[in-house]
């Protein structure tokens, strides 16, 4: 079983900064990768951020292409989002997922997912 477990969303203002992390447990860390999606009300889960957990190389959605900062630390098992230079629109559900055998873009790839931390972006 995995179990994950995202904390660090709340209140910023445009132009602040906020430090996801996603804390796992059972076997999270033997799974491929793992990504942050981000879904707003009325709109379809989206794909933020993604790390290959072996080897760490990362891939970013061009929204938040230097401006957020995915990373991981395998001895606390916890993957990390910085998120800097926040925008009104950034404000969502932001959910940690694995990913077992690849590192996707589409949700149905991920099979197990947190229950997600809220942040809100305000003008």
């Known amino acids: 079983q995995v179990q994950l477990v995202e904390s660090g969303g709340g209140l910023v203002q445009a132009g602040g900064s906020l430090r996801l992390s996603c804390a796992a447990s059972?076997?999270?860390?033997?799974?491929?990768?793992m990504g942050w999606f981000r879904q707003a009300p009325g709109k379809e889960r989206e794909f933020v951020a993604g790390?290959?957990?072996?080897?760490?190389?990362?891939y970013y959605a061009d929204f938040v292409k230097g401006r957020f900062t995915i990373s991981r630390d395998n001895a606390a098992n916890t993957v990390y989002l910085q998120m800097n230079d926040l925008k009104p629109e950034d404000t969502a559900v932001y959910h940690c997922?694995?990913?077992?055998?690849?590192?996707?873009?589409?949700?149905?790839?991920?099979?197990?997912w947190g229950q997600g931390t809220q942040v809100t972006v305000s003008s």
């Open positions: 997922a694995t990913d077992r055998t690849g590192l996707h873009y589409v949700p149905s790839y991920y099979d197990y």
């Open positions: 790390i290959r957990l072996r080897v760490g190389s990362t």
């Open positions: 059972g076997r999270a860390f033997s799974m491929y990768a």
